[in-house]
């Protein structure tokens, strides 16, 4: 099969290697989508922190927002999943450990991460191995494109339940990016005031575009009660700034990362008996990110700005965008022969 493989940073090649066999508990999916995500340009760019903390190395394969369909299983999978649509939690836990015993397996010190961590293969590739215990179904509502938003999704919809959004309240989303332009459309779909700040003129007017009223440039946002504040961006100045526009006994949600320490006073945490809530991946926001899809209430397919053939995955992480690519924020890769 033909794979996408990373040889060092900004380094690549597009190979053929041995096609996956399904071990014990797992099973071999074809891949029809995968999302290119920030943490693969990290990996291309070589500032990836797992790089240099050892739990990942090169030559490695990216991938970790797919769908695709079941085309093998091993000794002890359900032949029932032959011939499914799936997508599948990124996040694979060692399932011993006490973290994993109590449900947190995303946060598992052993864990292997798919494409990222662990040397757990990617899916930008033809075919792709996975434990048969991270897979999710699809139904047939939620096509590739959707499958291969539901990672991000998940994360998306985890830091809107980390928000506690009750209908009418007013929430601020930083960095209108995948993950804050999808957070906005969970809060959305909850009921919620949205706003959004960003950087770009054309962010913003993608963000107006799909019907985001309250958009804002950072020293244009207004000075109303916010009752939650969302920080998706990579800006290590805007974890301090979203504490100073939460209202007080407010609640404030960190999914996004910045290269570098962000730092926030807990004077003011504590003096505004403010909530603060970390998130790290979509693992247990997967199954009702695929119901919101499948029902329509959040539909991001105009995040997913082209879709491109494996050929063209290196060009699009070192920033190139395709040939006639839309507005959206998102680039799709079909890795499938003729794609």
Request: with cysteine; aromatic share 4%.
């Amino acid at each position: 099969m033909r794979a996408f493989v990373l040889t060092a940073p900004g380094a690549y090649e597009v190979q053929d290697l041995p096609a996956p066999v399904a071990g014990p508990g797992e099973v071999v999916v074809d891949v029809e989508r995968v999302g290119v995500c920030g943490t693969d340009v990290e990996f291309f760019t070589g500032t990836m922190a797992y790089l240099h903390q050892g739990h990942s190395a090169y030559p490695m394969r990216p991938g970790h927002e797919w769908a695709g369909r079941v085309a093998a299983v091993g000794d002890g999978v359900d032949p029932g999943w032959l011939g499914r649509r799936v997508m599948g939690d990124t996040m694979l836990g060692c399932g011993t450990c006490r973290r994993c015993l109590r449900g947190h397996q995303h946060v598992c010190r052993k864990r292997q991460e798919v494409g990222i961590r662990g040397a757990r293969a990617g899916a930008l590739a033809e075919q792709l191995a996975v434990p048969a215990s991270s897979l999710h179904a699809l139904p047939d509502s939620v096509d590739a494109v959707l499958g291969a938003l539901v990672e991000p999704g998940g994360n998306a919809l985890r830091a809107v339940r980390a928000a506690a959004p009750q209908p009418g309240d007013r929430v601020l989303v930083l960095g209108p990016g995948t993950i804050g332009l999808l957070v906005a459309m969970f809060l959305r779909a909850a009921g919620a005031e949205v706003h959004l700040m960003g950087v770009t003129e054309s962010s913003l007017a993608f963000a107006r575009g799909l019907g985001f009223e309250h958009v804002w440039a950072e020293d244009a946002v207004p000075d109303l009660p916010f009752d939650a504040v969302v920080d998706a961006s990579n800006a290590a100045h805007l974890p301090g700034l979203a504490l100073e526009l939460v209202e007080p006994a407010g609640r404030l949600v960190y999914i996004g990362l910045a290269g570098e320490p962000s730092r926030i006073d807990t004077r003011s945490l504590a003096l505004k008996d403010v909530t603060a809530v970390g998130v790290l991946s979509a693992s247990p926001g997967l199954d009702a990110t695929i119901r919101a899809y499948a029902a329509g209430s959040v539909d991001p397919r105009p995040l997913v700005a082209a879709t491109v053939g494996l050929d063209e995955v290196g060009p699009v992480l070192a920033g190139e965008r395709p040939a006639g690519a839309g507005p959206g924020p998102k680039i799709h890769v079909d890795p499938r022969p003729g794609h």
